[in-house]
């Protein structure tokens, strides 16, 4: 077969301006999508992580169980469950921007709740024994003590899960949100040349998780100067 | 009734679809699908990982460079646009011989699982790298001095360690290819959520059907993970390795 690499060029516009960005009459959009879903998935998951701690089992139950049952479940199944609730929950018919987004944060808030409670044990307990005995409130010393030294320690797992996150929002085009992946499936359907786009769509995606993963490793060797290797 | 009661909107629970005349059987072929895609891919995406894994610490620059490029792109790419890739884009490429035999032999199912074992292999082989680097050059050089030959350093000491360190975190990634294959539904392979669907799509009770595949998803992840734990315990070294939580989808 011949390769046709024009074929990207003249669908560019297409696909990184209504694909990636989410801007045109399409909505969606997988920046558009991404960016909300790290944010809120990182509240949920501060949120989760710290529930999980709890001591009050009417709080620690819920929030194991949730973490639990999400991460037994593959996304793809969530997906489904919110494209399918949230609009009965709302009564009324939403765009799959928003179905996307919810099903998102709520998968995502699961893992990152792991990732926080296991930045959070890794300070030590001696921390919380000195803020509470100079007097702090339970939430000071979360706030002021602990989760300042907990989040250094998370920084390299939140940013591969937030890696993770990015590849991921590929799935809402299963629903029919139009991102990267539902415009290359487009325009592949439309000009017949699956090949040239799947591997454009690759490259652009792995343009931005290759970026996101090297930040991740000049910032762990910037945060620990003390634990920079020493090759 | 739950729904209906707490939101207030009228849903009419009928759980009998799971289990009347087609549903069942769809379920049932669904999830030998899951488990046959899953086990084939995840045979070949151990036997990626382990050759690209051992590359990766290959004092030979340029195997490492390749090992490092396979890594580096293919676990940096999502699995649904390897999968669109493998199902619609490679064939197309491929030789006539190759491409009518995939048709006749399930041209789905072979794409499906040539996308989770390469994009699986490429993750595995990152934990295998992490598994033989940890191992500290000076516990080799001590094994061989006290007289045990290459092999039996590898046998005695190596392995049995590298293995225990790999093992968590492969148990992990290997649940996450056990949900990942639910991904086959999207070029045709009907797998569990594809039977889900299809059982949504036929009945409209869409709440039974995704609870039905929820819940054997579920079985399956805790059941395994509650085996390797078990075996985990059992096998850990006192004092040596610390178990580690790898939360990694």
């Not at chain 2, 048709?103 to 992490?130: D, L, N, P, T």
Request: net charge positive; glycine share 8%.
């Amino acid at each position: 077969m011949n390769f046709e690499f024009a074929i990207i060029i003249s669908n560019a516009k297409f696909l990184l301006i209504q694909g990636l960005v989410g801007i045109g009459k399409f909505g969606g959009g997988t920046l558009r999508l991404a960016v909300p879903a790290i944010l809120l998935g990182f509240v949920l998951g501060v949120i989760l992580g710290l529930a999980r701690l709890a001591r009050r089992p009417c709080i620690h139950y819920p929030a194991v169980l949730y973490i639990e049952l999400i991460r037994g479940t593959p996304l793809i199944m969530v997906i489904f469950w919110f494209w399918f609730l949230v609009p009965i929950i709302l009564r009324k018919p939403i765009p799959e921007y928003w179905v996307a987004l919810t099903a998102f944060v709520m998968f995502e808030g699961a893992y990152i709740g792991e990732i926080v409670r296991a930045g959070i044990q890794s300070v030590p307990r001696g921390q919380i024994d000195a803020a509470t005995a100079t007097g702090l409130s339970y939430m000071r010393t979360m706030v002021d003590i602990i989760l300042p030294q907990a989040i250094r320690n998370m920084i390299p797992s939140l940013v591969t899960q937030f890696i993770i996150l990015f590849k991921d929002t590929s799935l809402a085009s299963i629903i029919g949100m139009m991102d990267l992946t539902k415009a290359a499936q487009t325009v592949s359907e439309r000009e017949l040349r699956p090949f040239e786009m799947y591997i454009f769509i690759a490259v652009v995606y792995w343009i931005f998780t290759y970026s996101m993963s090297r930040f991740s490793r000049w910032l762990e060797i910037r945060m620990s100067p003390e634990q920079a290797p020493s090759t | 009734m739950l729904l209906s009661g707490f939101f207030g909107i009228p849903y009419d629970f009928r759980w009998s679809v799971l289990w009347e005349a087609p549903h069942y059987t769809w379920i049932i072929d669904g999830l030998w699908m899951t488990l046959r895609i899953s086990a084939i891919s995840w045979v070949f995406a151990v036997l990626l990982g382990i050759l690209f894994g051992a590359l990766r610490t290959s004092p030979f620059r340029p195997l490492r460079a390749i090992a490092t490029a396979y890594v580096e792109f293919f676990r940096n790419v999502p699995l649904l646009v390897w999968l669109f890739f493998w199902y619609f884009g490679a064939p197309e490429v491929f030789p006539e011989v190759i491409r009518q035999w995939l048709i006749h032999h399930g041209m789905e199912f072979w794409s499906a699982v040539a996308g989770i074992c390469v994009y699986h292999g490429a993750r595995m082989a990152e934990i295998i790298r992490a598994g033989i680097q940890s191992i500290p050059k000076t516990q080799i050089e001590g094994a061989l001095s006290t007289g045990l030959s290459v092999p039996q350093t590898y046998r005695l000491i190596v392995i049995p360690i590298a293995l225990r360190l790999i093992v968590p975190p492969l148990t992990n990634d290997s649940l996450g290819l056990l949900k990942n294959s639910s991904l086959a539904m999207t070029i045709g392979v009907a797998e569990l959520t594809f039977a889900t669907r299809q059982i949504e799509t036929y009945t409209a009770k869409a709440f039974e059907a995704f609870t039905a595949g929820t819940l054997i998803y579920l079985g399956l992840c805790l059941g395994i993970a509650f085996v390797m734990d078990r075996l985990e315990r059992k096998f850990a070294i006192p004092g040596l390795i610390a178990r580690t939580e790898r939360p990694e989808h």
